[in-house]
C-alpha cells in the first residue's frame, strides 16, 4: 500500500502532534506516524507543569523564560479544563539563595511575559500561613507565586484529535522502519501493528522522534550532514499518599542548585520530582532507580514536618528528554531550549529534527518549525494556533467552575466525582462520551472510579486507544485508584473488543 503526503512526522509526543496540527490546520496533507501509543514517552512523564522556569533566570536563559511565560497565558486560554493555575509556595532556605535574590527573581518573572490572568507574587508569613503548616518550623518565610499545571498525555491526544479532524492521519503503533530520498520526495517504509508493511512519499519528513532522534536520524538514508549531539538526560518522579493539605503545591531548593516540587496529585496523592542525570541505557526500558528514589524523599524529607520514606512511594515513572548538547557540565544546567535542525537540499525533500524542548513551548515550536519548512512546502497560510481552542476548550470565559457547575445541573445523575473527572478530561465533549446517556446505567459496564463502557467505546473509537495501558496511565491516571481486579477486567474489555 502507498499513501502520498506533504509531510510525514515520526512521533506522537507534543512536538509532532503540535506541528501535526499546525500543518494540517494550514491546508497540509499530513500523516503521523508513532511506534507505541500517543505520549507513551517523554511526552507523558513531565512534571506537569506549563510554567516559565523559574530556575532557568539563573542561567540567565531569558528568551525562553519569557516566551514560555507567554505561551502559559495561551494554553490556559486554549484549554481551561486540561490546565489551570497552580499556587506553589517557595519557602526561604537561610543556607542556600538569599531571599532578596527570591524576591528579585520572582519579580522578573512575574513581568517579564506579560502576566495577565494569574494573581502575582507574594510573601508568605509560613510560621502562621496555612501555605506553612506541612512545613517544619525553621521556614519562617517565603514566596507564593503562579504557575499552571496541564494534563501532559491529554494535551499530546487533544493536540493529535485537533489535527486528524483538520485532515491528519494519526497512525500509532505504525513504526518507520526506513526512510529515503527519491526524486525529490521522502519514501518511508512503515510497519503498522498489525506487521503489514507500507510506503508513505511525503515532500518532507520530521523527525520529532524525542529520545529517538539519533536513533532515527540512523534509519533515514539521504540526510547528507552531520546532526547535532544530543544529551539525554533523564527525569524520574515518585508519587506518594497525599503529604499535605491545600491546593498549592511547594518548590524546595536544594543544596546541589536543583529544585524540586511538591504537587498536590490526582486528590489522593502528592507528585514528587523530578532528578536530572545524564542516560545512556536503553530508551526501550526506563526506570526510576532506588538512588533516584531517595534523593527525592531526602530532598522533600528536609522541608516537610511529615518525613518521606522509600515505602511512601506508591508509584514512580520516568522520562528522558533529548536535549540539544550546549557542553554544560551538570545535567541540570543543559538548556531547555529547542533547536531545530532542517536539511533542506535543492533538489528538495526536506528534513527537519526536533532537540530539546519543554511541553510549555511546543505550540511556538511548531509555528517555528512550519516556518521553516513553508519555504520548500509552498505554504501560504500563515500561523493559525495562537487563538484557536483544543477540542474541549471552547468554555466561555476559560471559566472552568462556571463550566462545570453548568454540567452538574445537565448531568444531575451522575456522581460529583465522576463528573468532575469527566469534566476535566473532556471539558465541552464530554457529552460525546456520555451521549443519550440518562443514568449510569445507560453507560454500560462500571469499572470502578465512574469508568464505564461508554467511556472506553469512546477512547477506543475517538482518541486511538488500544489497551488498558493507554487509558489508565496515560489518558486517565485511574490506574492509581482502581484495584488490580478493576484494571485487569478493562485489559479483558480491550481483549474482547479487538
Known amino acids: 500500500m502507498t499513501e502520498t503526503a506533504d509531510l510525514l512526522i515520526i512521533g506522537g509526543g507534543v512536538n509532532g502532534t503540535g506541528i501535526a496540527r499546525d500543518a494540517a490546520g494550514r491546508g497540509l496533507k499530513v500523516v503521523l506516524c508513532e511506534k507505541s501509543d500517543l505520549a507513551a514517552g517523554t511526552s507523558s512523564a513531565s512534571t506537569k507543569l506549563i510554567h516559565g522556569g523559574l530556575r532557568y533566570l539563573e542561567q540567565y536563559d531569558f528568551r525562553l523564560v519569557r516566551e514560555s511565560l507567554m505561551e502559559r497565558e495561551v494554553l490556559l486560554a486554549a484549554a481551561p479544563h486540561i490546565i489551570w493555575p497552580l499556587r506553589f509556595v517557595l519557602p526561604h532556605h537561610a543556607g542556600l539563595r538569599p531571599a532578596w535574590l527570591l524576591r528579585l527573581g520572582l519579580f522578573i518573572y512575574d513581568h517579564l511575559g506579560g502576566r495577565k490572568r494569574l494573581p502575582p507574587t507574594r510573601v508568605a508569613r509560613l510560621g502562621s500561613d496555612p501555605v506553612g503548616a506541612a512545613l517544619r518550623p525553621e521556614f519562617s518565610r517565603g514566596f507564593e507565586y503562579s504557575d499552571c499545571w496541564v494534563d501532559d498525555a491529554r494535551l499530546v491526544v487533544l493536540n493529535a484529535l485537533d489535527a486528524h479532524e483538520r485532515g491528519a492521519a494519526i497512525m500509532t503503533h505504525s513504526e518507520v522502519r526506513s526512510a529515503r530520498r527519491e526524486k525529490g520526495d521522502w519514501v518511508a517504509t512503515v510497519t503498522g501493528h498489525d506487521g503489514r508493511e507500507r510506503q508513505i512519499h511525503a515532500r518532507a519528513l520530521v523527525n520529532a522522534a524525542g529520545p529517538w532522534v539519533a536513533r532515527m536520524l540512523n534509519r533515514i538514508t539521504g540526510n547528507g550532514r552531520n546532526q547535532p549531539t544530543i544529551r539525554l538526560v533523564k527525569g524520574s518522579h515518585i508519587v506518594t499518599a497525599r503529604l499535605y493539605d491545600g491546593p498549592h503545591a511547594y518548590i524546595f531548593q536544594n543544596a546541589d542548585g536543583r529544585i524540586v516540587f511538591t504537587i498536590p496529585y490526582e486528590r489522593d496523592f502528592t507528585l514528587i520530582g523530578t532528578t536530572d542525570v545524564t542516560y545512556s541505557g536503553d530508551l526501550d526500558s526506563i526506570a526510576v532507580l532506588p538512588e533516584e528514589v531517595a534523593y527525592l524523599t531526602q530532598a522533600v524529607s528536609e522541608y516537610l514536618r511529615q518525613p518521606v520514606a522509600a515505602d511512601d512511594v506508591v508509584w514512580a515513572y520516568s522520562g528522558v528528554r533529548p536535549l540539544y548538547d550546549d557542553g554544560s557540565r551538570k545535567a541540570s544546567e543543559v538548556t531547555r531550549d529547542y533547536v531545530l535542525d532542517l536539511d533542506a537540499p535543492d533538489d528538495g525533500a526536506p528534513l527537519l529534527s526536533i532537540y530539546g524542548g519543554k511541553i510549555t513551548t511546543f505550540r511556538r515550536l511548531s509555528e517555528h518549525a512550519l516556518e521553516k519548512l513553508a519555504p520548500a512546502l509552498g505554504v501560504a497560510a500563515g500561523a493559525w494556533t495562537r487563538g484557536a481552542r483544543l477540542p474541549g476548550g471552547d468554555i466561555e ?75 489508565l496511565w496515560r489518558r486517565s491516571k485511574l490506574g492509581l485508584h482502581m484495584p488490580q481486579t478493576a484494571q485487569d477486567a478493562v485489559a479483558d474489555w480491550f481483549a474482547r473488543a479487538a
Do not use: H, Q
Not at 470565559?397 to 457547575?405: I, N, P, S, Y
Not at 444531575?412 to 464530554?430: N, Q, V
Open 397 to 471: 470565559d476559560a471559566d472552568f467552575d462556571r463550566f462545570l457547575a453548568s454540567m452538574s445541573k445537565v448531568y444531575d445523575w451522575l456522581p460529583d466525582a465522576t463528573l468532575k473527572r469527566l469534566s476535566r478530561a473532556y471539558g465541552s465533549r464530554i457529552e460525546r462520551v456520555l451521549g443519550s446517556a440518562r443514568s449510569m446505567a445507560d453507560l454500560g459496564r462500571d469499572f470502578g472510579y465512574g469508568l464505564t463502557e461508554a467511556e472506553l467505546d469512546y477512547l477506543k473509537g475517538v482518541e486511538w486507544a488500544a489497551c488498558a495501558e493507554d487509558v
